[in-house]
């Protein structure tokens, strides 16, 4: 009797013990595993970029400061190994640097970060309406292009997509389907430059022509509806001969996919970690939420990675529920 009273005590010993570093264990499974975030260098996806750190930091990851990187070469990062996580995929938008990058074989590609994100081309409300215009092949007509040339050279001015995004080779694709390449000049280079330039010129009253997509700062600046309009394309139309009918439910045809933003991860970093690919399944924020935060980095001061990481603070805090929600099934999901 004696001899299994002692074996209790020593049982109940090792139990309190052992207790609280299992407990640890549960809470923090990914606990000694380095973690490399990557981002284009887009300051628009810094917050929704940020949220994922903050989640694998909560449990337990060692994650290390961003890389940054266009999307392409971020792809095949991620599939190398080189990065864990691309926080900021748009599927199917970037179908091609997902493919070329070894596809399912190599990449985890679950849930959807963030839903419903539209793009397309806008013009000022004031020029659609006075001119009628509603549909990007009305600019097929010379005099119609002239109306958004700003350099003099007799072609519309279209505020486009960088190199390297992805929304280039739909816009690049768009001008020679409808017949659009000799009066529309696609103009790239820094986007919020190029945006900014094209605000400017609203507010000096001159008409606007531009391609944005949601969730984005810039339909909180030029409001959809109040200052200026989506236009339609004429057909659906995309890359490498996708056939894909582009029209919204509500009938409107803007000539890009509804895409939604995935986290995508490298397999064999998502095999061995179920508790960060479980987290990557499972994390959703709301495209208004996104945009409000985009908004918010216009404001003075507001701009910087450590803003956005104020930004991120102030969300989770806010929608703590919905976060430690995510890392329950996370840990659930190691267990």
């Avoid at 994650?63 to 926080?87: E, R």
């Avoid at 400017?200 to 606007?208: L, M, Q, T, V, W």
Wanted: glycine share 8%; aromatic share 8%; hydrophobic share 40%.
């Amino acid at each position: 009797m004696k001899l299994f009273h002692h074996i209790r005590l020593v049982c109940l010993v090792i139990t309190i013990a052992l207790g609280p570093s299992l407990s640890l264990a549960d809470a923090q499974p990914g606990k000694g595993v380095a973690v490399q975030p990557g981002q284009d260098n887009i300051d628009g996806e810094n917050f929704q970029t940020i949220i994922v750190m903050k989640a694998l930091e909560q449990l337990g990851y060692d994650v290390k400061p961003v890389q940054h990187a266009k999307y392409p070469a971020l792809h095949v990062a991620v599939s190398n190994g080189d990065i864990s996580f691309l926080a900021d995929h748009w599927n199917p938008l970037h179908k091609a640097f997902f493919e070329k990058a070894g596809g399912d074989a190599k990449l985890s590609r679950q849930g959807a970060y963030i839903p419903n994100c539209a793009q397309g081309y806008l013009i000022d409300r004031k020029t659609a309406e006075k001119h009628g215009i509603n549909n990007i092949s009305q600019l097929k007509d010379p005099a119609v292009a002239r109306l958004f040339d700003n350099d003099g050279d007799g072609k519309a001015d279209l505020a486009g997509c960088p190199p390297g995004w992805g929304c280039e080779r739909v816009i690049e694709h768009h001008l020679d389907a409808y017949d659009l390449r000799e009066t529309i000049k696609h103009n790239q280079g820094e986007y919020s430059a190029i945006i900014a330039d094209t605000i400017s010129r609203y507010r000096d009253g001159e008409p606007i022509l531009y391609y944005t997509w949601t969730p984005y700062w810039v339909s909180g600046v030029l409001v959809p509806g109040k200052d200026v309009i989506w236009i339609e394309v004429p057909f659906s139309s995309l890359p490498d001969n996708r056939k894909v009918d582009t029209t919204l439910p509500n009938g409107k045809n803007y000539g890009f996919e509804i895409n939604r933003q995935n986290i995508v991860a490298n397999r064999e970093f998502a095999k061995a970690n179920p508790a960060a690919a479980k987290l990557f399944e499972v994390m959703q924020i709301s495209p208004n939420d996104v945009s409000a935060q985009n908004l918010k980095m216009r404001e003075p001061g507001e701009g910087t990675w450590e803003a956005s990481e104020r930004h991120a603070d102030a969300w989770i805090k806010a929608n703590r529920d919905i976060f430690d929600s995510w890392l329950e099934q996370a840990r659930a999901a190691a267990r």
